[in-house]
């Protein structure tokens, strides 16, 4: 079963705005991950957030966690066209070192 | 630097066929990873290795097995296809705790 629930599946907004994607888990965790995927691609690493951070920044991407509700976001602000993709959560479990990915959320970027 | 690289990129399959699908990295990753990704399931992890000579399990195994003799290579292997092995089939490579992902190989059974 997914470790992770993405929120909402799809967005779309205008070049400019800012983007935020939500992410619920349900078990502990070691840390949780973000993904970007082009369509067509395979999977890259946009950021890592550990489990006793609340807060990270690189560049435009703003990721939050809240371990007592177990959720993350994810902010992309002044998005542009080429942000056009799916993103991804997912968790390391405190178990091991295998991640469990969410279903993705479908960022449409407008010009 | 290649990264990861996966072989072929796409196959067509007739039910009850194998075959093998190549996964390599020159990162010198102790980990691989073998997922599926079907439209609207996410990634889920069929098998994976944490060093060369080791293989387990991960969420969904049945129907393939996997082996791992190089550090560098991570095959995956159908044994006897079914439709509803046709998806979208990604490696990755981890040293710590980012991944990273090959560009997929699109497999269909019919």
């Known amino acids: 079963s997914q470790q992770g629930e993405e929120d909402p599946q799809a967005l779309s907004i205008q070049e400019g705005e800012n983007a935020t994607m939500n992410c619920s888990y349900k078990?502990?965790?070691?840390?949780l991950q973000w993904y970007r995927q082009n369509s067509g691609r395979g999977l890259v690493h946009l950021i890592l957030i550990r489990s006793n951070e609340r807060e990270k920044h690189s560049g435009r991407l703003r990721v939050t966690l809240d371990t007592s509700k177990k959720s993350s976001s994810l902010l992309i602000t002044a998005s542009r066209a080429a942000d056009t993709a799916s993103y991804f959560c997912?968790?390391?479990?405190?178990?091991?070192?295998?991640?469990?990915f969410g279903e993705g959320t479908q960022l449409t970027v407008n010009p | 630097n290649a990264g990861v690289t996966q072989t072929p990129k796409f196959r067509v399959l007739k039910t009850g066929q194998s075959m093998t699908l190549l996964c390599a990295q020159d990162?010198?990753?102790?980990?691989m990873y073998w997922y599926r990704q079907d439209p609207g399931m996410g990634l889920r992890l069929i098998h994976y290795?944490?060093?060369?000579?080791?293989?387990a399990k991960g969420e969904v195994p049945d129907g393939y097995n996997v082996s791992r003799l190089k550090k560098q290579n991570f095959l995956l292997g159908l044994e006897s296809a079914a439709p509803s092995q046709t998806s979208v089939y990604f490696c990755?490579?981890?040293?710590?705790?980012?991944?990273?992902f090959g560009p997929g190989t699109r497999l269909t059974v019919l």
């Open positions: 290795s944490v060093g060369e000579g080791t293989t």
């Open positions: 997912a968790t390391e479990e405190t178990s091991g070192s295998r991640l469990t």
């Open positions: 078990t502990s965790i070691n840390n």
């Open positions: 990162m010198n990753h102790e980990y």
């Open positions: 990755a490579s981890s040293y710590l705790d980012e991944q990273f």
